[in-house]
């Protein structure tokens, strides 16, 4: 099969298209044709070498967390699927691929297409996790940094849906977008303190933190002066401010639950991803670069 493989820490130039062997499922296990692999920030971080205390590398590697496609192989006692199945989750051998074998899955809802799929187990696992984390309830603000981005904008949602009122920050050009999602839309950088305060005057509950850029010492001060319900996922300063840093999952069976939830919501038209350019396989490491720029508009795809 042809897959993207690097076998050393490095920039994108590291990364390489290359003819490799077809995984094979063993006992349990389930082999997937991909359809369409999401991007991610963590593709690039896992591929610096920058996030190793959490996610151990052994080369040579494929990158890509999640994916759509369909079951193309199922070993001995794998008796929740069958060949043919359409469906998304995680991998456990990368996304980038041909065929991979999956880690925790879901059924896709015959309405959702294989591009929204791809782009929803990443961003609304994360999302969930974090808002649980803040535990933030109706009658509250949220503040959201990088709202825009698939995280950012899978939070709004379900913090919207749930009662809360929600501050997020973009640039400007994402402002109607959030505005569409049903935030309250502020531009980040200088001065963003006193734009918040101008949007919320009494204050925020809670912050998540999806961008990295720094506002752990300003999302403190804007949520009381506590670190306690401050949490993020791309800064890490985290501990230095006394802030959870949290990085992923740990029940599949709560993983499993929430994705098939997102995927339901998704098909029915109440929860979105904004999708943004789909790349062939031959060009992971533009997808990548684009990526990391942070400048992409809407999430990134690439189909094998």
Do not use: C
């Not at 290359?18 to 369409?36: C, Y």
């Not at 080369?59 to 369909?70: C, H, K, Q, T, W």
């Not at 051998?93 to 899955?105: F, K, L, N, R, V």
């Not at 506002?215 to 501990?239: C, H, K, N, W, Y």
């Amino acid at each position: 099969m042809e897959a993207i493989v690097y076998d050393e820490f490095g920039g994108p130039e590291v990364l390489r298209q290359e003819e490799t062997d077809k995984p094979e499922p063993g006992a349990g296990e389930v082999r997937v044709k991909v359809v369409v692999a999401g991007v991610n920030p963590l593709d690039h971080k896992r591929r610096y070498g920058w996030v190793e205390e959490f996610y151990p590398s052994v080369f040579p590697m494929i990158p890509g967390l999640e994916f759509a496609g369909v079951v193309d192989a199922v070993g001995e006692g794998a008796t929740h699927v069958a060949v043919g199945d359409e469906v998304l989750g995680w991998t456990r051998t990368g996304a980038y691929a041909e065929y991979a074998i999956a880690g925790d899955i879901v059924h896709k809802p015959a309405g959702l297409s294989f591009e929204q799929a791809a782009a929803l187990p990443v961003a609304g696992e994360t999302a969930q996790r974090v808002l649980d984390l803040l535990r933030v309830k109706a009658g509250e603000t949220l503040l959201v940094h990088g709202a825009a981005g698939a995280v950012g904008s899978v939070a709004v949602q379900l913090a919207v849906a749930a009662g809360v009122t929600v501050i997020g920050t973009a640039s400007l050009p994402n402002h109607d977008h959030l505005r569409s999602l049903g935030a309250v839309a502020v531009e980040y950088g200088d001065a963003l303190a006193e734009r918040v305060r101008a949007a919320s005057p009494h204050g925020v509950d809670a912050v998540f933190d999806a961008a990295g850029q720094g506002v752990l010492p300003l999302s403190i001060e804007l949520a009381g002066g506590s670190a306690e319900r401050v949490v993020t996922i791309a800064d890490p300063q985290a501990a230095a401010h006394g802030i959870v840093f949290t990085g992923g999952g740990t029940d599949p069976a709560a993983i499993r639950a929430g994705l098939a939830e997102h995927a339901r919501l998704a098909a029915e038209g109440r929860l979105r991803v904004r999708l943004g350019e789909v790349f062939a396989l031959a060009d992971a490491a533009k997808a990548q670069e684009l990526s990391e720029s942070g400048h992409a508009r809407g999430k990134l795809l690439i189909r094998p």
